[in-house]
């Protein structure tokens, strides 16, 4: 990787890699963790809003034409820590992808007009949350684990504040934290010229620097067991176990025990709750390590009159990983290697990547992934377990 930094304060980074296509992707260091109580969604809302036109390309069929009609791929995402734009398009259309991220970031016109008319496709996306407990079962699950930090607040925010916002308070919001210094660009793709073409289009003002805040979250968790009713057919059962930061060395344990506990349709808990006893369609597990917080969750849809056995099935399977053989810690190992290895095959997959590390820390940690995993020992497992799985909170939506 190559990787300069602008004179005001811009990071790029570039990633040689052989192949037809260029993928540009820039992360904004802000998501919804930074917002206010009178703020909550407006980072979410950004994004929608930036998509809407530009001085030179005053609509959103304008905008987006540009990079559509070419064939290529843009769009956005915004999570609790950060907003990434991305654009991926034929190398030999590299500077378009560059002009249009570069003018959105610059440009953007924030109509009065765009911004009532994004309000309601902005509350009809959180209604689709709603209506969906695949997507919902994950919000009540961190409003339940959590008690101090804003990751318990979802990203779509507060229907409230999305109906009350303005232009002038999106325009603020955006001069705040919309900064080269709190940027990175990656670049991913075959294109040698490729600082020739991004410093003088991302020539930004430097604009004055934020502290970003630190989050103190209690390590203690109370078991307890939250339901919600639903008129579902199905009933989704979510365990929660409160972890740690990604920039913390036991996260390299708990991919492992991922690794062992939820790949594929040989993972344990998918073995054991849906191979051996037919309980479910769906089995699975995550392990989301982000910059300030992190969890386990292993999730279950299934029938209501099961969710009392579905418990007591994980929290066994859980127990047992202190009793691993050096073939099951070898397999998860050999498992998250060529899952790993063969998601960064993809071009946008390997610039996301690079811009989460580099968020976490340093985008070379992304290197150095594997063979973290690699070190990791029987004995650290059962460490890991006794200081992270004692207490756990399920979120249970409830069908007929």
Known sequence: MQEIRLKNGLKVIYKHKPGNSVVVELMVKVGSNLESESERGISHFLEHILFEGTVSRPSNLALCNEIESIGGDFNAYTTTERTCYHIKVLKKHFLIAVEVLSDIMQNSLFKPEHIAKEKNIVLKEIDMVHDEPSYYQWILLQKNLFTNHPCKHPT????????????????????????????????????????????????????????????????????????????????????????????????????????????????????????????????GTQNMGEVSFGFFAVHVTTDKKNVNLIRKLVLEEINKLKYLSEQDLKEAKDYIEGDYLLGLENSQKLADQILYWEHVKDANLMNNFIRNIKKVKIKTIRKVVDKYFKNHVMVVLEGK
Not at 168 to 179: E, Q, V, W
Not at 260 to 270: A, K, T
């Open 156 to 283: 779509y925010g507060d229907i409230k504040v999305i109906a009350n916002l303005n232009q002038k308070k999106i325009r603020d919001y955006f001069s705040k934290y919309y900064l080269p210094g709190n940027m990175v660009l990656s670049i991913v793709g075959d294109v040698p010229d490729w600082k020739k073409e991004i410093e003088p289009k991302f020539n930004l003002p430097a604009g004055k620097k934020n502290k970003l805040k630190i989050f103190r979250e209690p390590s203690k968790v109370i078991t307890k067991v939250t339901r919600e009713k639903k008129d579902i057919v199905n009933t989704y059962v979510v365990i929660g176990f409160k972890t740690i930061p990604r920039n913390n060395k036991d996260t390299y344990t708990l991919e492992v025990i991922n690794g062992v506990l939820g790949r594929g349709q040989s993972g344990r808990m998918f073995t054991e709750i849906r191979s051996k006893r037919g309980l479910a369609y769906e089995v």
